[in-house]
T-cell receptor, first 114, second 116 residues
Framework: AQSVTQLDSHVSVSEGTPVLLRCNYS??????LFWYVQHPNKGLQLLLK??????LVKGINGFEAEFKKSETSFHLTKPSAHMSDAAEYFC????????????FGTGTRLTIIP | GAVVSQHPSWVICKSGTSVKIECRSL??????MFWYRQFPKQSLMLMAT?????????EQGVEKDKFLINHASLTLSTLTVTSAHPEDSSFYIC????????????FGEGSWLTVV
């Protein structure tokens, strides 16, 4: 079984300050982990993914995430927030057994304060 | 990059009628597609896994006779909501797996269904 916990349902940061969105996972086997972003009334866009290669993963729009097995975490960070980053962010885990079934976290809404 | 297209983007239908939503992979072949449902301000709930040329695999609690899934080709899966009721109103999102690009899964833009 696999699960994902996004520790914060809502995060607010000022424009230009760092962003930290927290995610912890549970998986019986070596997982693949993803971060997706969803803007209002839109589908999901892949930000980045971890698939057992480098533990520090760089994604689009300046985001990156670090896979820490000892902490079962995959937190998403960005050095400097931009107004366009305001959206819903989902941490997702896949079981790597070929069926690619994704398990979604409950999401974190990121608000950027001008 | 790979694109997954959903159609229609939004649809309004009368209670008791059926509505079909299409999911297409535009520049890659997808043997597996997934259908999700998302309620306002909530996460995505996997409804079913659609496999090309075979029956879909439904998640527990999802009525297969109500949510008909057909994956007739490597680029098209359809979700038909039969005998729709207001409680079926939701945002439906599909995704498709690109095996030629590291098994990356791409999502469609979603389809808003309102049943009146």
């Amino acid at each position: 079984a696999q699960s994902v916990t996004q520790l914060d349902s809502h995060v607010s940061v000022s424009e230009g300050t760092p962003v930290l969105l927290r995610c912890n996972y549970s998986s019986s086997y070596s997982p693949s982990l993803f971060w997706y972003v969803q803007h209002p009334n839109k589908g999901l866009q892949l930000l980045l993914k971890y698939t057992s290669a480098a533990t520090l993963v760089k994604g689009i729009n300046g985001f990156e995430a670090e896979f820490k097995k000892s902490e079962t975490s995959f937190h998403l960070t960005k050095p400097s927030a931009h107004m366009s980053d305001a959206a819903e962010y989902f941490c997702v885990v896949s079981d790597n057994f070929g069926n690619e079934k994704l398990t979604f976290g409950t999401g974190t809404r990121l608000t950027i304060i001008p | 990059g790979a694109v997954v297209s959903q159609h229609p983007s939004w649809v309004i239908c009368k209670s008791g009628t059926s509505v079909k939503i299409e999911c297409r992979s535009l520049d890659f072949q997808a043997t597996t597609m997934f259908w999700y449902r998302q309620f306002p301000k909530q996460s995505l709930m996997l409804m079913a896994t659609s496999n090309e040329g075979s029956k879909a695999t439904y998640e527990q609690g999802v009525e297969k006779d109500k949510f008909l899934i057909n994956h007739a080709s490597l680029t098209l899966s359809t979700l038909t909501v039969t005998s729709a009721h207001p409680e079926d109103s939701s945002f439906y999102i599909c995704s498709a797996r690109d095996v030629g690009f590291g098994n990356t899964i791409y999502f469609g833009e979603g389809s808003w269904l309102t049943v009146v």
